[in-house]
């Protein structure tokens, strides 16, 4: 799922990139498309996020191009730790999701850029450079987004306890709330009853409550009970 590009060291101006995305093809035209592209060399490419944080900690490039939606571990997760061990490298988003539930945390995990998979190829190449310049771009509905943002209420921006919980943490509470044990949980999603326990101890946690009967009142009370 991952490789490390055997090409001679470009430049000392080039720009380092490593490609983070589950789709090979994707991987492939991108790395085909910016090796075409002056001052700009792909040192690596990786399929998920866990290979990519280790390819980032291995080749530490200037700039990570990031897809959001991966197995193992999602574009979010990844960008959180590569900003952890590499402050220095700039992460750019590039996805074709603009929902708030991937755009603001990654933004909030350190992305630097955030660009759509329905960008130019020049406009990518671009957005590189730029952050090698230190200079952020934002794909205009994103940046009409964050404007819109930060135009609220502080009061309306502060997120419900459940809107911290992940997609999978948000399934086990809903079974919670209904009722069903750790081993019917298991069985109806396909886990193994450890993996749930770690999901009910996450969610206990950031709901803030003490035990499963807190957190099924607290699903009920929002509405989050429901299949």
């Keep these: 799922m991952s490789r490390a590009l055997g090409k001679e060291e470009g430049p000392a101006q080039s720009v380092r990139v490593l490609l983070v ?11 085909a498309v910016l090796d075409t592209e002056e001052g700009i060399e792909v040192v690596g490419e990786a399929g998920n996020g866990r290979d990519g944080v280790r390819l980032a900690l291995a080749y530490t490039p200037d ?27 700039k992460v750019i988003v590039l996805t074709s999701y603009l929902d708030d539930s991937k755009l603001y945390p990654v933004i909030e ?15 990518i190449a671009e957005a590189i450079r730029a952050a090698s310049r230190g200079q952020s771009v934002l ?14 209420p502080k009061q309306s ?7 911290e919980l992940t ?20 069985d109806k999603l396909f886990i193994s009853i450890k993996t749930v326990k770690f999901h009910v101890t996450n969610v206990l946690n ?9 957190a099924a009142i607290y699903a009920h009370k929002h509405d989050l009970a429901l299949e």
């Design 21 to 31: 995305d589950d789709h090979e093809m994707v991987r492939i035209g991108l790395a």
């Design 63 to 89: 700039v990570v191009l990031m897809d959001l939606v991966m197995e193992e571990m999602d574009g979010v997760e990844t960008t959180r730790q590569i900003m952890e061990q590499l402050p220095d490298t």
């Design 109 to 123: 995990a350190g992305a630097f850029s955030y660009l759509l998979k329905t960008s130019r190829a020049s406009e």
């Design 139 to 152: 794909e205009s509905q994103v940046a009409a987004k964050m404007m819109n943002r930060f135009r609220q």
């Design 157 to 163: 921006m502060q997120k419900a306890p459940h809107e």
């Design 167 to 186: 997609e999978r943490e948000m399934d086990v509470l809903k079974l919670v709330a209904q009722g069903l044990s750790n081993q019917e949980i298991a």
């Design 206 to 214: 950031k709901l803030g409550v003490e035990d499963r009967t807190q």
